[in-house]
């Protein structure tokens, strides 16, 4: 019998503890089809942030390291220049990323490490029970801001695909959504390039996905995908924003 669907080699048999229809654990299983594709497990090295995503380490077949909220630019940084020969991603959060580690992940991009970064936009904080992210919406209500986003006192949704593409030092920078079947197929396609430009020493590349969280959005898996298509794509263009080796700027949605 021919097995069609089974677990890649670089997922641990363990079940997932993500909420159900949690975009977490769809990215873990893209990265690791990736991973397993590009035959590089024994030397991929993972950097865990401090959110949702806190237990990679429990999940991915390969070495995985946590670090402090919003550093995984900083660890991966020190890894990969001491040794050049792994595979360094790091895998972040909004608040992770675009928050406390805002400054990180730009002079990171700029200084043009060549590294890996996969970070997931879910428009909120959600292991600490959904406070507003720099990326929530305008008027999404979060519990910090319970009449919705207003960006005269909260500011706009910080777009950090669009920031990081300005940046000289970055090689490869896309948006993508998993939002149905070709959303993950590109998310995957995406994952993996950025994978094969660390290989070829190409530099810094990072892919931001939106994702869903439905416990936070208070929405079933299916409603989330809606709202996830039908709101947060409309503020985030999704598509390749810089490629400076090959696809140039390609927007889905003009
Ligand atoms: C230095 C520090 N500040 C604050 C926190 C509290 N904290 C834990 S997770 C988190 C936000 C996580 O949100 P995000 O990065 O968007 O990830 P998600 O849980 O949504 O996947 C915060 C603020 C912390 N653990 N450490
Ligand atoms: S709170 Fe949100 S991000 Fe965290 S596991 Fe649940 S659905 Fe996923």
Redesign the pocket.
């Known amino acids: 019998m021919i097995q069609a669907f089974k677990r890649p080699e670089s997922l641990k048999d363990v079940p997932f503890r993500f909420c159900p229809g949690c975009g ?1 654990s769809l990215v873990h299983r893209l990265i690791a089809e990736c991973v397993d594709e590009l035959g590089i497990r024994e030397r991929t090295i993972g950097i865990a ?5 806190v237990f990679a380490y429990d999940y991915f077949n390969f070495d995985v390291i946590e670090c ?2 919003g550093r995984p630019p900083a660890v991966a940084t020190a890894l990969k220049r001491v040794m050049p020969g792994n595979v360094v991603f790091s895998y972040q ?4 990323l675009a928050s ?1 580690g805002l400054g990180e992940i730009v002079h990171a991009a700029n200084r043009g490490e060549n590294l890996s970064v996969f970070f ?1 936009n ?1 428009a ?5 029970g959904g406070q507003m ?1 720099p990326t929530t919406l305008v008027g999404q209500k979060t519990t910090t801001t319970p009449a919705g986003r207003d960006p005269k006192s909260h500011g706009y949704p910080l777009p950090m695909a669009e920031i990081l593409a300005t940046i000289k030092g970055a090689v490869f920078i896309a948006r993508t959504a998993i939002d149905g079947i070709k959303g993950i197929k590109e998310t995957r396609r995406l994952i993996k390039k950025s994978f094969q430009y660390q290989l070829e020493g190409k530099g810094f590349s990072m892919i931001e996905i939106l994702s869903p ?1 439905p416990t936070v959005w208070k929405k079933n898996p299916v409603e989330s995908l809606q709202w996830l298509s039908g709101h947060m794509e409309s503020v985030y263009r999704t598509g390749i924003l810089i490629d400076r080796y090959g696809e140039l700027q390609d927007w889905k949605k003009a």
Request: glycine fraction near 18%; include cysteine.
């Open positions: 977490h942030p401090v959110g949702c995503a402090a909220h959060g909004d608040g992770d406390i997931i879910n909120t904080y959600g292991m600490t992210a969280c």
